[in-house]
C-alpha cells in the first residue's frame, strides 16, 4: 500500500515473484477496505498516504481489532518515527531507498516471527498460559487481546522465565534487528504488556535496574 504507484507495483511483483498472493491500494481509505475484504498475512504500508497517513492507518487497524503485521516504507529515518512507528503497532520499519531483497527479507522475518510454527506448543507460567497453536494468551483463565509483536515478546518471555533478559537480547530475538543501539522500544512495549498481563495480581513482568526484564513470581517478603 503506496501512495507512489510506480514503487507499489514494484513491491508487489517483487513480492509475487517470491510467491506472495499481493493487493495494491492507494490511499487511507482504500488499505483499510481491501485489508477487511482481503484479510492479507502482512501489510506493507506507506507513511504518507494522499489521504492521510499511513501512522493513522496503522492506529484504526489497531483500534478495530485487526492484528495483521504492519511493515512501513516511509523516508522518515529518525529513530523517533521509527519508535513512533513501532509503538503505534507497527512490526518493522523499512527506510528509502530500500533494496527489495531487504524488503523481501524483512517480510519473511516478521511473517516467521508472527506466525505458529510447525512447532508449536503452549507455554505456561503460574495462572499465565500462551499457546501458539490457536495463538491466544489467558491469565486465569481470561483471555487477552494481544498484538503480533506483544505475542512473540511474551513468548520470548515465557521460554526464558525467571531469566533476567537484556533489552539487547529481546531486541534480537523479537525483532531481530536492532535500532542503531536505541532501545527504548523494548521498554515501551513492556509497558504494554504489563497493562494486559498484569492487570491481575500479582505482577509477573519486572524490570531488574540496570541490567533488563524478567517473568516470575514476586518474591516474598520475610514476615
Known amino acids: 500500500?503506496?501512495?507512489?504507484?510506480?514503487?507499489?507495483?514494484l513491491v508487489a511483483t517483487a513480492l509475487r515473484y517470491e510467491g506472495?498472493?499481493?493487493r495494491t491500494t492507494g490511499s487511507h481509505r482504500e488499505a483499510i477496505r481491501h485489508t477487511r475484504e482481503f484479510r492479507p498475512d502482512l501489510i506493507?504500508?506507506?507513511?504518507?498516504?494522499?489521504?492521510?497517513?499511513?501512522?493513522?492507518?496503522?492506529?484504526?487497524?489497531?483500534?478495530?481489532?485487526v492484528q495483521t503485521p504492519v511493515l512501513f516504507l516511509t523516508a522518515r529515518d529518525a529513530t523517533e518515527d521509527k519508535i513512533t512507528g513501532l509503538s503505534i503497532g507497527g512490526d518493522d520499519y523499512l527506510t528509502k531507498p530500500f533494496s527489495l531483497q531487504e524488503l523481501i527479507?524483512?517480510?519473511?522475518?516478521v511473517l516467521r516471527r508472527t506466525q505458529p510454527s510447525k512447532d508449536s506448543a503452549k507455554?505456561?507460567?503460574?495462572d499465565l498460559e500462551l499457546d501458539e497453536d490457536a495463538y491466544q494468551v489467558r491469565r486465569a483463565g481470561v483471555l487477552i487481546e494481544l498484538t503480533p509483536t506483544e505475542f512473540t515478546l511474551?513468548?520470548?518471555?515465557?521460554?526464558?522465565?525467571?531469566?533476567v533478559l537484556t533489552k539487547r537480547?529481546?531486541?534480537?530475538h523479537v525483532w531481530e534487528y536492532d535500532f542503531g543501539g536505541n532501545d527504548a522500544v523494548v521498554q515501551t512495549y513492556i509497558s504494554y504488556l504489563r497493562r494486559k498481563v498484569d492487570a491481575t495480581e500479582p505482577a509477573l513482568i519486572h524490570t531488574?535496574?540496570?541490567?533488563?526484564?524478567a517473568l516470575r513470581l514476586p518474591e516474598r517478603r520475610p514476615d
Do not use: K, W
Open 208 to 213: 531488574v535496574p540496570r541490567v533488563g526484564y
Open 123 to 126: 507455554h505456561v507460567f503460574a
Open 44 to 65: 506493507v504500508l506507506d507513511v504518507l498516504l494522499p489521504d492521510g497517513s499511513g501512522m493513522d492507518t496503522c492506529r484504526q487497524l489497531r483500534r478495530d481489532g
Open 154 to 163: 511474551l513468548r520470548y518471555l515465557l521460554i526464558n522465565a525467571g531469566r
Open 105 to 109: 527479507a524483512r517480510v519473511r522475518v
Open 169 to 172: 537480547q529481546i531486541l534480537e
Open 20 to 22: 506472495f498472493d499481493t
Open 1 to 9: 500500500m503506496d501512495d507512489e504507484e510506480y514503487l507499489a507495483d
